[in-house]
C-alpha cells in the first residue's frame, strides 16, 4: 500500500522556523499593491474616460452603441439620446450605452 500513501517518518532536528510574520505582512501588501497596479488602477481610470466621453455628447456627433450600432444623434437628453441609424429610423438609447464617438463621415463611409 506504500504505493498510493506515502509513508510518514520522524525527521531528526529541533523545530524548524517557518518565514517571519512581517515576511507574510509585506508579501500581502506587496500583492494589494500589484493588484492595484495591474486590475483597479486601469479599470477606475477607463471608467473616467467612458464618464467624460459620455457627458461631452451633443447632437449631430456620430457613434457606435455598445450594442455595435452605428448611428447619428439627433436628440441628446439627460438619461436618454436619439441616434438616427437609416433614414426615418430611429432608436432612443441610454447615454450609458454610447461606446464610442466616430469621426464625422463615418456612416457614409460605411454605407
Do not use: C, W
Amino acid at each position: 500500500m506504500d504505493f498510493l500513501i506515502s509513508s510518514a517518518y520522524a525527521q531528526a532536528g529541533g523545530p524548524q522556523a517557518g518565514p517571519s510574520p512581517m515576511a507574510n505582512i509585506l508579501l500581502l501588501v506587496g500583492m494589494f499593491v500589484l493588484f492595484y497596479f495591474i486590475l483597479i488602477r486601469p479599470q477606475q481610470k477607463r471608467l473616467k474616460e467612458h464618464k467624460n466621453l459620455v457627458a461631452s455628447l451633443k447632437k449631430g456627433d456620430e457613434v457606435v452603441t455598445n450594442g455595435g450600432v452605428l448611428g447619428k444623434l439627433i436628440e441628446v437628453g439627460e438619461n436618454f439620446v436619439v441616434v438616427q441609424i437609416a433614414d426615418n429610423v430611429e432608436i432612443k438609447v441610454q447615454r450609458q450605452a454610447i461606446a464610442t464617438v466616430m469621426p464625422k463621415g463615418t456612416m457614409k463611409s460605411a454605407a
